[in-house]
Every structure is written in C-alpha cells, then in structure tokens.
C-alpha cells in the first residue's frame, strides 16, 4: 500500500536526469573503449592483447573524432551550442575545437605507444616502452622472469583512453564539481603511465611519485577554491557564479544569504581555482614538476601528456576566465600577465642550461606555456581563436619531436644526454632533419606552424591591449631560438662519435607519427589561414 501510495504521488518521485547521449557521444565512445579495454585485459589470451588493446584505442579515438565531426556539421558549435547533461556540459565551438585536437593528437600518440621495434628482442620477444611486468620489483626476479616470458604492460592503452575522456570533458566542463572529476578522471592514469618505463625503472617511477604529490596538492587548491567559490555564489554552475559576479543573480539561497557576495570569498576562491589549473599547464611558478616528470616518464607518454594535458587545461582555463569572471577581469588581469612574463623567461632562460632533450623539451614546453597565456590575456574573440590556433598547432609539433627522441638509441636505450646528439646530422641526416623542422617550428621560424601560432597569440594580445607583455614574448622566444638552434648545429656541424648512439629503424606506426607531425607543421606554417578561420569560428563560448 505504501509503494502504491508513493508512486500515485508525483511529489515525491525522483525526478529522471535528461541526458543528451549524442552530444555526449564523443567521450561516451572513449569511456565505454576504456572499460571494454580492461575487459580485454581478463578475458583475452595474453598473446593477443597487445593488437587488440591498439585496434580498440584507434577504433574508438577515430569513432569519437568522427563524432566531434558530425557535432559540428549539425551546428552544435555555433548555432545550436548549448549546455547539455543538465548543466554540466557545454557543447560549443571551444569544446568541439579543443575535443577534435586532443582526440586527433591522442591517435598519433597511441602509435608511438604501440611501438615494438626499437629495441632489440628480448629473449625472441618483442618489447616496446613500457615494463613487462609494471607491478614487480625493478631488478627483482618477478622482473627478470615476465621478460624472459614475453610479458606486456598492455594496460597502458585502456588508461589512456581513461586520461582521454578526462581530457575531453575538462574543456567542455560548465560547473565546477565537473571540471573536478575531469581533473581527477585524466589525472590519475597518467600518474601510473608515467611509473612504467621498461628501462629506467626507478626514475621512472620516482617522476611518478613526484607527479603524484605535487598533483594531490594543486587537485586540493582546486577543490578548496571550489568550496570558496561556492560559498561565494550558492552554486556552482558557472554561469551562476557569472551572474553573481556580474551583480544580476535573481534567486538567493537564504542558507547562503550571509556570505554571497563576500569578495574575500570570490578572490581567494577564484585564485585557488586559477592555482589548479595553472599547475595542469605548467605555468611558473607551478611548474616545479615538468621537466622530473617529463624526463622520467617512458617518451611516449611524455609527448602524450605534453600535447593532450595542456590543450585540456588551457581549454579549461579559457572556460573559467572567459565564462566565469569576466566580471573580475581587472583583478586576474594583472596576476595573468605577471604569470605570463614569469613563465616566458623562465622557461626559455633555464632551457639554455639543460643537456638533456627531455628536460630541455619540458623547459621548451613551460615558455610556450607562457606564449599561449598571452592569448589568453587578450579578453577578445581573436584571444580565444589564437590559442586554439595555437594548442592545435603545438600538440603535432610536440609528439613528433618525442617520436623521434625514441629513435636515437644506445646500448642503455634511448640517448636523451645532449652530447650524445653530435653529429646525428651525419649518422642519419633524415632523423636529423625531420628533428630539426620539429624544433625550428618550436623557435617560430616562419614558415613553420610555431610562427602562424605565435603571430597569432601575439597579434591578439597587442590588440587587447597587452603589448608590452608581446615585447617579453619576443625577447622570450629570441632567448628560446639560441638553444633550439644550437640543437641543429650540433647536429649537423659536430664531428660524430665513434661509440655514438645509433638511429633506430621504426615500424610504420612511428613513421606515420613523425609523418603527421612534419605534415601538420608545415600546413599550419605554409597555409595557416583556414585552421585560423576555422579557429576563428570555434571561438564562442556558450552562456
């Protein structure tokens, strides 16, 4: 009688959630990839596992691509944007833009995951980055034993297709205990992807348990700063919060009627939030991670992280600022800009005195990071689109140039230390060659996309008024042209070693990665003015 009773009375039915499936089809296909993928992991003879877990990936990144695609042709990112999932998503034109540039560069990436003949075989089996056995002991005979037996860490490929559906919704993240989850969801399978180097165990794992740390911290900031925010507006939502902000909210939570509207709570909270993200970048001085991690990691995750992350984060840093605080625009304006001005020099000062490609890379990564929060600063149309110009441009460059770090081998593994680099032009003059366009399009050559993606950020920045901070930005990338082209001429105009590394022989997966990268560099350099307008379009948030 009771059951009966309830369900003849509407008011206390729970209401059902409206979910938009197709809007969502993208990270859904990523997500229900991910979980076939640790099905695949129980159930599929280990002999298999390997081309399975590499078709699976491709197959679903390539399907939600697709799918990104349709969205857009339908119009959900300009005409029909909206916010789906009962406010927690937004589909607009960043969201597509941004979700289409990280599934594009995570195909390419997963390539140079699947890659297995760089190394010599290991007891007549073939071995590719990752340890054969991840949860053994580095040296220990549990170790010794999966090699001898052929073992694979195929785990890595489900999560990254974990990291991945973070990726995805952390852009497109429309309130703050989203945006949170998505944190959470892609960062903790890269703390384990980076523990699991075949070679180089322990520092491996040390970067790892760095990256951890520092992680749990800047995930505390963020939540922190979400409590802030929250007591500040009643919500969460990041229009809401807006509305707050702006002084034109209608509805007031009487239980929260004492403390909306405390700007002690919104600027603490706001530059709590702001901490979070900028670690996520890489931005001084929340750096402090990037170059152990980058250098530890196995290669193919570090140019993973180093292009994915950071089009995530930037995506979501360009949502708060530009949804949430335009109200607040005279107070982060300023702190933005001294970050920017940090993080340019920094970046491209330190990066002189490195002597290993990893670490140089990751300073080369922080000053770029510094290059994009220009474009950011700008608070105009032109600001956004220069840095989706920008991240999609920089994330190819970036997993080529490791692509090709994987290939010059030692007996110890991959020859990261700078010397060892001396006349490489000679010894294999195409590896050098392609290595040296990948760095030319870092200092911004023209010709190259890294010229079209700086002009770009730069331009819109002298435009919204930020032209001093385009004086640094130059300076900044004068300073960052010195090391990338003394590189080049290492490369080409050193005598070789006798006991030089050599340049390994890839299978077409890497080939077809380096091939993307050069590809994607040159079009974007050559013939940027349809991804600019395509950009350009993409570049309206939805309210």
Not at 75 to 101: C, E, N, R, S, W
Not at 345 to 374: C, E, M, N, P, W
């Amino acid at each position: 009688m009771a059951l009966a009773a309830l369900a003849a009375d509407p008011v206390e039915r729970i209401p059902a959630p409206h979910i938009e499936y197709a809007q969502l089809s993208p990270t859904l296909i990523v997500v229900g990839a991910a979980i076939v993928g640790v099905l695949v992991e129980a159930f599929v003879p280990r002999r298999f596992r390997h081309y399975t877990q590499v078709f699976l990936a491709v197959a679903a990144l390539a399907s939600a691509f697709a799918a990104v695609v349709g969205l857009a042709a339908a119009g959900y990112g300009t005409t029909k944007a909206h916010i789906a999932a009962m406010g927690a998503i937004a589909v607009d034109g960043p969201a597509l833009f941004l979700q289409g540039t990280i599934l594009l560069a995570s195909i390419v990436a997963v390539f140079t995951f699947a890659e297995r003949r760089l190394d010599p075989r290991a007891h007549g089996n073939k071995v590719d980055s990752f340890a054969a056995q991840a949860a053994s002991v580095p040296g220990s005979e549990s170790e010794k034993a999966a090699v001898k037996a052929g073992f694979t860490t195929s785990e890595v490929f489900p999560l990254a297709l974990f990291a991945i559906a973070g990726m995805l919704v952390f852009p497109s993240a429309n309130d703050l205990l989203t945006l949170f989850v998505a944190l959470e969801v892609f960062s903790l399978p890269l703390y384990l992807l980076c523990a699991v180097a075949r070679r180089q165990r322990l520092m491996s794992q040390e970067a790892a348990v760095k990256y951890f740390l520092l992680g749990a911290f800047s995930s505390a900031f963020l939540l922190f700063g979400i409590a802030l925010m929250y007591g500040y507006a009643g919500t969460v939502t990041y229009a809401g919060i807006a509305d707050v902000v702006d002084g034109t909210a209608v509805t007031i939570d009487p239980a929260l009627a004492d403390t909306m509207g405390n700007d002690a709570l919104l600027l603490i909270g706001g530059a709590l939030i702001l901490t979070g993200l900028l670690f996520k970048v890489g931005a001084v001085p929340f750096h402090m991670w990037t170059p152990d991690v980058y250098q530890g990691a196995p290669t193919p995750v570090t140019g993973f992280m180093a292009a994915a992350t950071k089009v995530a984060a930037f995506g979501a840093l360009l949502r708060l600022l530009y949804v949430v605080l335009p109200g607040l625009r005279w107070d982060w304006r300023p702190v933005m800009w001294g970050v920017a001005i940090v993080t340019m020099l920094a970046g491209a000062v330190i990066a002189v005195t490195q002597t290993d490609v990893k670490r140089l890379l990751a300073y080369s990564s922080i000053a770029h990071a510094g290059f994009i929060l220009a474009g950011v600063i700008a608070t105009t149309p032109a600001g956004i689109s220069s840095v989706l110009f920008y991240l999609g441009a920089y994330s190819f460059v970036t997993i080529g140039a490791f692509a090709v770090v994987t290939l010059v081998r030692d007996a110890g593994g991959e020859a990261t230390h700078l010397s060892k680099w001396a006349g490489l032009g000679r010894r294999s003059p195409l590896a050098a060659a392609v290595f040296a366009v990948f760095l030319l399009a870092f200092a911004g050559i023209p010709l190259t996309s890294g010229f079209a993606g700086k002009f770009a950020v730069f331009k819109a920045a002298a435009e919204g008024g930020a032209g001093a901070l385009v004086v640094v930005g130059v300076i900044s990338s004068a300073i960052a042209a010195f090391f990338y082209i003394r590189v080049i001429v290492l490369m080409f105009f050193s005598e070789p070693k006798a006991d030089g590394p050599t340049v390994a022989v890839p299978s077409p997966l890497t080939m077809s990665a380096i091939a993307v990268g050069v590809a994607v560099t040159l079009v974007l350099g050559l013939a940027p003015q349809y991804f600019l307008n395509l950009a350009s379009q993409a570049s309206v948030f939805v309210r």
